[in-house]
Structures are given as structure tokens and as C-alpha cells.
């Protein structure tokens, strides 16, 4: 039934984007190629036609669309979301950083060589 809403939905739409086109505007729009159109209905009637086109579809899409809401599918879930959730392990201790593992570096008694300058050859 939700799949038959959303096909009237999208039906109603582009027939909307249709009629939206055709009518005339100020400047004469697309309403200008149906000219015959005009002159079979009279002007006045298509215009009337047209304007109560689009109110009616407008009022079809937001109709369709409430039904939509109401009749979205649930998902078919057993239990809570927390019970499905995957089980974490505990993490391993961390150490303590205000204790000293290792030993401390010695100190140098001569400043590193910057980078890019060679070592002073061992002999």
C-alpha cells in the first residue's frame, strides 16, 4: 500500500510540474502553444480548468503525503536496540603515566646534529 502512495505521490507531482508550465503567466509562458486549446474552450474556461488542476493536485499531494507518513513500514525488531547491541570487552589497563617504567635516557654531553648536516666521523 506505501509503495501505491509514493507512485500517486510522484504521479501527482509531475503532472503538477505539467500544469505549472502551461499556465499563463504575465509574460505568456508555455500557455502560448496551446492557442487552439483557447480558442475551442474559450479563454476563460482553460484558464479555469488549469487553475482548479493545480489546487487539486496540491491538495492530492499533501493528502497523499499525510497518508504516507501513516502508513511507512516498521521495521520488524524483537527487543530493545540495547539488547542487540554487540557486546564490548573491558580494555586493558592502561599505565599510570605518573609512574616511571624505564629508565631515564642518558643525557648527551654534545647537542644532536640538526638535520641535513652529517655526523662527525666516529674514530
Do not use: H
Not at 12 to 25: K, N, P
Not at 38 to 61: C, P, Q, S, Y
Not at 63 to 72: E, M
Not at 79 to 99: F, H, I, K
Amino acid at each position: 500500500m506505501y509503495s501505491v502512495v509514493i507512485v500517486l505521490i510522484v504521479l501527482a507531482a509531475v503532472l503538477m510540474c505539467l500544469i505549472v508550465l502551461i499556465q499563463e503567466s504575465k509574460g505568456g509562458g508555455l500557455a502560448a502553444g496551446f492557442s487552439n486549446l483557447n480558442a475551442m474552450g474559450g479563454v476563460r474556461k482553460t484558464t479555469d480548468f488549469v487553475e482548479k488542476a493545480t489546487w487539486g493536485l496540491a491538495i492530492a499531494m499533501v493528502v497523499l503525503s499525510i497518508a504516507a507518513a501513516y502508513l511507512i513500514p516498521a521495521q520488524q525488531t524483537v527487543g530493545s536496540v540495547m539488547e542487540n547491541a554487540p557486546v564490548q570487552t573491558a580494555a586493558p589497563a592502561l599505565p599510570n603515566p605518573t609512574q616511571q617504567t624505564t629508565a631515564p635516557a642518558p643525557v648527551a654531553d654534545e647537542e644532536p646534529a640538526a638535520e641535513g648536516a652529517e655526523a662527525p666521523a666516529a674514530e
